[in-house]
């Protein structure tokens, strides 16, 4: 399944390579963009990046009448720390006019996309996102070194998505390469090749977080006890997306993930984990 959706994306570089050349191309936004890593910072440890997604390969269509805007106003007044948005046009249902669509929440905009060429990251400095998703097995190591430079040079955050400790240590070996900061890791519980969840992916990685690190814990949960489990491992936030889009109202779906308090979402006392190595 990532091979067929990857295969999707030449059409679309193929398109930016010619605005490019004939100078078409959009220029960067304006502005400073609000950060991604510091609204993980302020709500974690039970952060919530709430995601729009309107359809996908396993599920289907999920809920394609809610707009954008409305969207965004519903995660943000439930307490979402960040937005994720899904711009993959062909098996998400996404679009990148989603991006400036969801920015009047004021809440910061990760563009989640299979991106594979520094031109995408070009293409979403003219928008209002504050972060890209790069997942780490879509890309050879040069590729995921030159987007991470491109992308500190937009003044973009990068979230490297991972599924396994040799997606880790190619992730780290290329971020070292571009001294890209601050680091923030993704670890996709679901695996984008086989489409299946396996949590324990999640509690075996979450043990080779460093103290400088950020790190997010994506799909499968859809209930508290889940966002506090995540919590409890050394998550710093957890991203749900289609728990949210598929529920009757997503606003109140959000809202009942998070825990009453911050205190009431801490991790456990003495667990090394949660602070990660020094590796």
């Known amino acids: 399944m990532l091979d067929r959706i990857i295969q999707t994306q030449t059409a679309r570089v193929e398109a930016l390579a010619t605005l490019k050349r004939t100078g078409r191309f959009p220029p960067p936004l304006p502005g400073k963009r609000p950060s991604f890593a510091a609204a993980l910072r302020k709500h974690r440890p039970c952060a919530i990046i709430a995601e729009y997604k309107r ?45 400036e669509r969801m920015s009047g929440a004021g809440l910061p905009l990760l563009r ?28 050879p190591d040069d590729t995921l070194s030159a987007m991470f430079a ?6 973009l955050e990068c979230v490297p998505e991972i599924f396994d400790a040799s997606d880790l240590a190619r992730v780290r070996r290329c971020l070292e390469t571009t001294g890209t900061r601050p680091v923030i890791i993704q670890v996709n519980t679901r695996n984008l090749q086989s489409m299946r969840v396996d949590a ?11 103290k400088d690190e950020l790190w997010i814990s994506a799909s499968g949960a859809a209930q508290r006890q889940d966002v506090e489990k995540r919590a409890a491992l050394g998550y710093d936030a957890v991203l749900i997306g289609t728990a949210l889009m598929a529920a009757p109202d997503p606003g109140a779906a959000l809202a009942g993930l998070l825990p009453p308090s911050p ?17």
């Open 112 to 139: 989640k996309d299979f991106l594979v060429h520094p031109l995408q990251v070009e293409e979403t400095a003219a928008t209002p996102a504050a972060a890209i998703l790069l997942i780490a097995r879509s890309l």
């Open 200 to 210: 324990a992916a999640s509690e075996t990685l979450i043990a080779q977080r460093r």
């Open 263 to 279: 205190a009431t979402c801490g991790r456990p006392a003495g667990r090394s984990t949660a602070e990660g190595s020094d590796e």
């Open 55 to 99: 359809a996908s390969p396993t599920a289907g269509e999920i809920n394609m009448l809610l707009s954008p805007e409305d969207a965004a106003a519903m995660f943000a007044g439930a307490g979402a720390a960040a937005l994720s948005v899904l711009t993959e046009e062909i098996h998400f249902r996404g679009s990148t006019a989603y991006l």
């Open 150 to 155: 491109a992308a500190t040079a937009a003044g």
